[in-house]
């Protein structure tokens, strides 16, 4: 674990999809808050972002197995196993130099010590400018 100048402490952790197939690793802000998202495809999955810069992010296996899903405004790239089906990384719209991580897929992820927020995806435009605000 690794702290830095803006109070982040940054940890090393491992995920991937539920068949194996997809591994990866990424240093995390475990100090960042998790967003839950209401939008259709979240709500649909499950899914629990944890946002992660792109030089902070290495897929160790699978690039061969992913399979792409864009809809809407296609900004978004949804990534899936094409094995088991399960989307454990995407690149999103909302943040474009991260990648977002669903925190159900990283080995020992620890949700007790998280701070989830909601994310309106439903209007998302509206969502989104109120985050950007400071």
């Not at 702290?3 to 990866?24: D, P, R, T």
């Not at 939008?39 to 899914?47: A, E, R």
Request: hydrophobic share 35%; aromatic share 10%.
């Amino acid at each position: 674990m690794t702290e830095n100048s803006k109070n982040q402490v940054k940890k090393l952790l491992h995920g991937g999809c539920h068949c194996g197939a997809i591994q990866f690793e990424a240093l995390v802000d475990i100090t960042q808050p998790l967003l839950q998202c209401n939008c259709s495809i979240c709500s649909m999955t499950g899914f629990i972002h944890l946002f992660v810069p792109h030089q902070d992010f290495q897929l160790q296996q699978g690039l061969d197995q992913l399979t792409s899903y864009q809809f809407n405004t296609a900004q978004a790239n949804h990534l899936f196993c094409s094995v088991c089906g399960v989307k454990s990384f995407y690149q999103p719209r909302s943040h474009p130099k991260s990648w977002s991580i669903n925190a159900h897929c990283l080995k020992n992820f620890d949700f007790n010590m998280a701070v989830i927020k909601t994310f309106d995806g439903q209007n998302w435009e509206q969502a989104q400018a109120e985050m950007d605000q400071p």
